[in-house]
Nanobody, 127 residues
Framework: QVQLVESGGGLVQAGGSLRLSCVAS????????MGWFRQAPGKEREFVAG????????RVADFVKGRFTISRDNGKNTVYLQMNALKPEDTAVYYC????????????????????WGQGTQVTVSS
């Protein structure tokens, strides 16, 4: 059974940084594209960043470009989202997700293309 567990969220002041982690069990992350999404109250879930199965392709949403970085440590079966220069509008629940296409080099932005999801971690940025 695949499980994704996020951690690292919390309360931070605007301009601060957080690093989110997503640990996978039940599958080898190396083989699959991983994504980070977020959902603020009353809004749809939106793509934040993605990294392909081998880590050769990464993508970040325009609204976090230059501030957020996605990376993976295959030895630890963990994906990270480093978030710098945080803004109040970054406040949301952040989710990691895994797709089911083996060795895909595509980083989908549509949540429906991801199969497994974590429970989410709250990030709150105060002004």
């Amino acid at each position: 059974q695949v499980q994704l567990v996020e951690s690292g969220g919390g309360l931070v002041q605007a301009g601060g940084s957080l690093r989110l982690s997503c640990v996978a069990s039940g599958r080898t992350l190396l083989r699959y594209t991983m994504g980070w999404f977020r959902q603020a109250p009353g809004k749809e879930r939106e793509f934040v960043a993605g990294i392909s199965g081998h880590g050769s392709n990464t993508r970040v949403a325009d609204f976090v470009k230059g501030r957020f970085t996605i990376s993976r440590d295959n030895g630890k079966n963990t994906v990270y989202l480093q978030m710098n220069a945080l803004k109040p509008e970054d406040t949301a629940v952040y989710y990691c997700a895994s797709d089911s296409v083996l060795f895909s080099e595509v980083t989908p932005t549509n949540p429906s293309e991801y199969t497994y999801w974590g429970q989410g971690t709250q990030v709150t940025v105060s002004s």
